[in-house]
């Protein structure tokens, strides 16, 4: 969607996607705003709940099933199991992707570790389909004047001409970009907390056969899950740079994530994007 500043201002029911890695300040922008009239849409919490309820379960009763008293108590139907998704706790959806390797140390075999991706990518492409209805039902049902999409990390790796359409058509698209000191944060966090992430299946296979060469490793069944994760975050951030930023010029607009950090309400998050906005028109 394009608009002037003048014309975004001026509209009566915002509707606004944010595009950027996880960590550049989506979620915190989010949360900055009047709680009372925007419907915070959370991509992540839609695929948790909806579409990857059932699998996260099953995972989970997996595990369950492992446990000599917790088996007897599960097919006796004596206790059942329920995932917590929420906007601020994700877990579950990455305890169901997991991390590539030995399994000795929690560790997917290759090719599960891709079922798994594959049922991630379906997931995002649902929810983000999922946006325009939701953007009705937020005013019809709720009552919201406006909307914001929190969406995933990801979404600039789905490459799916409905999504974008559907986004762009019902919402003003918004990329946080991060500058180099940012993106050097976020490798930082990557190395001391490595957490499960979605790959492309072509940059995955590359990144495996790069991995295995460096390592001298022979199958991804060698691979250390957490030195996995340190390595290919760097790369995988050079990856979705320029798709974020292509979705964006094709699309929405551009704001500098460093600039999160001065908006402490309403008032600011929209001149913030008025900016941009001006900038391009």
């Not at 097919?75 to 706790?89: F, L, Q």
């Not at 914001?148 to 003003?172: F, K, Q, Y």
Request: hydrophobic residues 40%; glycine residues 6%; negative net charge.
């Amino acid at each position: 969607m394009r608009m002037t500043k003048r014309e975004f201002l001026a509209w009566p029911n915002k509707a606004i996607t944010l595009l950027g890695m996880s960590g550049v300040g989506k979620t915190t922008l989010a949360n900055r705003l009047p709680k009372d009239d925007w419907f915070h849409f959370s991509g992540d919490y839609r695929i948790g709940t909806r579409y990857l309820d059932e699998p996260i379960l099953d995972n989970i009763k997996r595990q369950a099933m492992q446990v000599d008293f917790l088996r007897d108590l599960l097919r006796s139907d004596s206790i059942y199991i329920a995932s917590n998704v929420t906007v601020h706790n994700l877990a579950p959806i990455s305890s169901f992707l997991g991390k590539l390797g030995r399994e000795d140390l929690g560790g997917l075999p290759v090719e599960e570790f891709k079922r798994r991706q594959r049922l991630h990518r379906d997931a995002e492409i649902s929810a983000m389909k999922d946006v325009p209805d939701f953007i009705a039902k937020s005013r019809e049902i709720y009552g919201y004047d406006n909307f914001i999409n929190d969406a995933g990390g990801s979404l600039c790796e789905l490459d799916d001409p409905d999504v974008e359409r559907a986004l762009a058509e019902h919402t003003l698209i918004v990329y946080l970009r991060p500058d180099a000191q940012l993106e050097q944060e976020l490798v930082t966090r990557a190395v001391r907390s490595p957490k499960p992430m979605y790959y492309q299946e072509a940059f995955l296979d590359e990144s495996i056969a790069r991995y295995l060469a460096e390592q001298g490793l022979s199958e991804p069944a060698q691979i250390e899950p957490d030195a996995f994760v340190r390595w290919v975050f760097p790369a995988l951030l050079a990856h979705r740079r320029p798709r974020y930023q292509a979705l964006a010029d094709r699309w929405g607009y551009t704001i500098d994530a460093a600039r999160v950090g001065e908006v402490a309400d309403e008032a600011d998050f929209l001149a913030l994007i008025g900016e941009a906005l001006h900038g391009r028109h």
